[in-house]
């Protein structure tokens, strides 16, 4: 499915912003003060959760405000999409405000706007990006359209200011993939799922045991009083020779041995508590494998151990990060993970990557449209020197 072409600012906007930004970069590239102290403001409304925050070029988060639609959507026990672009409607203008509050600055004093442009439900991309755009056409500021997988992807820059290349583990919702980072806008996917994303085989597993939604945090939750040697489960595509991951049989073998207890299913059930911690080692072992065959294929390509970097809603896991520590400790790699709630969808990963965007000049016009699928390796490669790269 591709996302419609949007006619949604007058001719003479379209003909006017190119020579804006053709000024705009320059101006930025050439002035490293300017790279450094850059404030931008950034809108996420991909999925579930309307998000807005303000971060500067020195690393600062200075506002991050999330909105979760969690309750809105309990009922159907899944995300509706209609429900999702209605609530963004009706919350992405305070919650800008509130951001902008919170920082403590006015609209003048930001050097761009960004918002997450795609993957992800297009009812909500179009409110997210559309305040965006209107924010830039008003005050004559940059435009970045930012995808939301690399928003997760470079997360840990902001966090903890490392340099490429490193080794990206993208687990969230609707992705599961081993990825190079070789710079903005330079990845190479080395392996992921073949049916099923991680955060999917958590909320899938969570909700045949009863364990409601989300299923990601319930399941961690219940796992935690489990025996994880209890019951037996598949470690899909472990010790195989390549990248990739599966997490369907591994679902199938979930919903098998919650059929066979006796009811009633829940948190309460010492049963289903170890049934969650099993799934959950299951999970850990067969991240570990794999990223432990995706360390040595890094170690090949670029010559150094590491760093592994962790990202996306499921790497909020506490069991997960510890594992995926023990994974990279025994590569002789450094992990680095976002805390927890930098992990999940926010606001703050699409602001730093649209200021890491600005600063190489890669600001987007504002006939931009949405898109839903975007993937990773679908990005251009910046058309920049290597020398401002790093
Ligand atoms: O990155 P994210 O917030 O949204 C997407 O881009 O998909 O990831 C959401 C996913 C959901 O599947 C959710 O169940 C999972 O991350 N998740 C977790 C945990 N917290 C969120 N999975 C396992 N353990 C958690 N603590
Ligand atoms: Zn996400």
């Not at 309990?74 to 920082?103: N, W």
């Not at 006015?106 to 997210?128: E, R, S």
């Not at 037996?232 to 991951?245: A, I, S, T, V, Y």
Request: net charge neutral; charged share 20%; hydrophobic share 45%.
């Amino acid at each position: 499915m591709s996302a419609p072409e949007t006619q949604d600012e007058p001719a003479a906007m379209r003909r006017f912003y190119p020579m804006m930004r053709m000024g705009y970069t320059a101006a930025v590239l050439n002035n490293p003060k300017l790279r450094d102290g850059m404030v931008i403001l950034g809108i996420e409304t991909s999925c579930d959760e309307t998000a807005a925050a303000v971060v500067d070029g020195e690393r600062a988060i200075r506002a991050n405000v999330v909105l979760s639609q969690l309750e809105e959507h309990r009922p159907y026990g899944g995300v509706v999409p209609e429900i999702a672009a209605r609530s963004h409607l009706d919350h992405v203008d305070s919650l800008v405000a509130e951001a902008m509050a919170q920082a403590g600055i006015d609209f003048d004093q930001l050097h761009g706007v960004a918002a997450t442009g795609g993957p992800g439900l297009i009812g909500g991309l179009f409110v997210g990006v559309m305040t965006a755009k209107a924010i830039a056409a008003v005050r004559n500021l940059p435009f970045m359209a930012v995808n939301h997988l690399e928003g997760h992807a470079l997360t840990v820059r902001l966090t903890d200011g490392i340099a490429f290349p490193y080794l990206l583990l993208l687990i969230s919702g609707g992705h599961c993939q081993l990825l190079v980072v070789a710079g903005v806008g330079r990845y190479r996917r080395l392996g992921g799922t073949i049916d099923d994303a991680a955060g999917e085989a958590f909320d899938k597993s969570a909700k045949l045991l009863g364990l409601g939604y989300p299923g990601g945090p319930a399941l961690e939750r219940a796992a935690e009083g489990g025996d994880p040697d209890r019951f037996q489960l598949p470690r899909p595509m472990k010790g195989r020779p390549n990248c990739d991951f599966s997490f369907s049989g591994l679902k199938t073998a979930v919903r098998h041995a919650a059929a066979a207890l006796k009811p009633p299913l829940g948190p309460q059930s010492q049963a289903v508590k170890d049934l969650a911690a099993t799934f959950q080692q299951a999970v850990g072992d067969v991240l570990a494998d794999r990223t432990t065959r995706a360390l040595e294929a890094f170690r090949d390509e670029t010559g150094r151990n590491g760093p592994l970097v962790v990202a996306g809603g499921v790497a909020a896991n506490r069991y997960l990060r510890g594992r995926l520590a023990a994974t990279a400790e025994a590569a002789g790699a450094a992990l680095h993970a976002p805390p927890p709630a930098l992990c999940t969808d926010n606001a703050a990963m699409i602001a730093w990557a649209g200021l890491e965007r600005l600063r190489l000049g890669l600001a987007d016009p504002l006939d931009f449209a949405p898109r839903p699928r975007w993937p990773l390796e679908a990005l251009a490669a910046p058309a920049v020197p290597e020398a401002v790269r790093s």
